[in-house]
Nanobody, 124 residues
Framework: QVQLVESGGGWMQAGDSLRLSCAAS????????MGWFRQAPGKEREFVAG????????SYTDLVKGRFTISRDNAKNTVYLQMNSLKPEDTAVYYC?????????????????WGQGTQVTVSS
């Protein structure tokens, strides 16, 4: 059983930068694809970014390409989401998720473990 704990959320201004972290425990971290999802009020949870076990493959929703960067440190069992040029539409609860696979996918149903989420609010 993998436990995921997100941190780093907060209240930001448009144009600011923020880095989210997700610490994993209870499993062999490098065995998992890691993903970041987000859910805004009244909307479905959506894929933001994913990264394979080595970091050699990443995937992003078009909404954040060029602004967000996902990375991981397997020695620290941690995955990160660097968010630059934040926009009000980035406001959401951000969730970290783990997938028992070598292949990055973007569907919520493809991920087996989830964190509790961290709130990111971006004001204009």
């Amino acid at each position: 059983q993998v436990q995921l704990v997100e941190s780093g959320g907060g209240w930001m201004q448009a144009g600011d930068s923020l880095r989210l972290s997700c610490a994993a425990s209870g499993g062999t971290f490098s065995n998992y694809v890691m993903g970041w999802f987000r859910q805004a009020p009244g909307k479905e949870r959506e894929f933001v970014a994913g990264i394979n076990w080595s970091g050699s493959t990443t995937s992003y929703t078009d909404l954040v390409k060029g602004r967000f960067t996902i990375s991981r440190d397997n020695a620290k069992n941690t995955v990160y989401l660097q968010m630059n040029s934040l926009k009000p539409e980035d406001t959401a609860v951000y969730y970290c998720a783990a997938r028992r696979s070598l292949v990055v996918r973007g569907r919520t149903q493809d991920y087996h473990y989830w964190g509790q989420g961290t709130q990111v609010t971006v004001s204009s």
